[in-house]
């Protein structure tokens, strides 16, 4: 099993520092903000896992970004310094065939998604990131994202002229927002509320959860009910640490995750409509945007899938295929 690690000088240096102890020690770190459902399921695995494993290991969870944003927890991963992560879009920049989920209107619920990961995620996406250093353990709900704005309500692509919209550091994700006329701002997730109130960007999308715990709201006049993606989170560890692991230990970490899986899920669905609610409450104004129009709008995204990724057009029709 892996060596255990302290982290030294979190909040002041962000790093990281080998230690011994008697029970091991297994970092988590996040960028989710505290309140987000990403942060609750994470919080729920840590302490599943360390009821389940008490004396043996023990997860230690850092949230907020606390220890890096997404690009350096994935650095850390493969060092070894950071032990779990929770990557969401950034995954689409390690692999191709992760883009999959950056495809708007792909996944039409729940159900479906849970379709997608067993036929589709886990056989032909998953293996992707192994080469790369990295070891998926679960799929995860980041959530379904809707577009807020201080320009106007969004209710077909033409609104989106000129808009400066943040779009997490997804290539495919920027793509989907220039194909749609908007000028899309790839910034990382803690830079977005203070990005927003200085008018650096007019505009952004995410799930509600993310919207209401970073408080966007505070800083967005208009909620635009898009419904354009639903994104997964990926709990993921180095390759590395997780091959070292005493399988004991290993088979625990995977069958929580898996667990807590389907325990986000029904955290999102229950969350959706409360939080979409709370949020025009505390001052937003929502409109409920025409899927057709940006459905018909979204073609050129899903043909340069098809014709840039090795085996997208396949994956297109198969997910497609599960909708039913």
Same mark, same amino acid.
């Given at each position: ?54 004396? =043996? ?25 950071? @032990?779990?992560? /929770? ?24 159900? @479906? ?21 990295? =070891? ?9 994202? @809707? ?12 609104? /989106? ?66 419904? @354009? ?17 005493? *399988? ?50 979204? =073609? *050129? ?24």
């Amino acid at each position: 099993m892996f060596k255990a690690i302290r982290i030294a000088a979190l909040v002041a240096a962000a790093s990281v520092a080998p230690f011994v102890g008697a029970a091991e020690e297994i970092i988590f770190g996040i960028s989710a903000s505290k309140g987000s459902l990403q942060q609750r399921a994470a919080a729920e695995f840590t302490s599943r896992v360390n009821k389940e494993l008490a004396g =043996k290991v023990e997860v230690k969870l850092f949230d907020s970004s606390q220890i890096g944003k997404d690009k350096e927890l994935m650095q850390k991963l493969k060092l070894g310094t950071v @032990h779990i992560a /929770l990557p969401s879009s950034i995954m689409s920049s390690i692999s191709d065939q992760f883009a999959l989920f950056d495809l708007p209107f792909l996944v039409a619920d729940r159900n @479906h998604l849970a379709r997608i990961e067993e036929k589709v995620f886990w056989p032909q996406v998953a293996p992707t990131v192994e080469d790369d250093g990295y =070891k998926v353990l679960a799929v995860w709900e980041n959530g379904i994202r @809707h577009i807020s704005n201080n320009v106007r309500p969004i209710d077909t692509p033409a609104d /989106l002229a000129g808009v400066k919209i943040r779009t997490p550091k997804s290539k495919w994700r920027v793509i989907m927002f220039e194909t749609w006329g908007s000028n899309p701002t790839p910034m990382s997730f803690s830079e977005v509320f203070v990005g927003l109130q200085t008018g650096v960007i007019d505009g952004q999308e995410n799930p509600y959860t993310n919207i209401s715990a970073a408080k966007l709201n505070e800083v967005q006049k208009y909620l635009s009910v898009t419904g @354009h993606v639903y994104s997964p989170a990926y709990p993921t560890m180095g390759k590395a640490t997780y091959d070292k692991l005493d *399988p004991a230990v290993r088979d625990v970490l995977v069958k929580t995750a898996r667990d807590v899986a389907l325990w986000a899920r029904d955290q999102g669905a229950a969350d959706d409509k409360r939080l979409e609610n709370e949020l025009v409450e505390k001052g937003m104004m929502r409109n409920v945007a025409n899927r057709k129009a940006f459905v018909d709008a979204s =073609k *050129p995204i899903y043909d340069k899938f098809a014709e840039e990724i090795s085996g997208g057009q396949a994956m297109i029709d198969q997910a497609l295929s599960l909708a039913n």
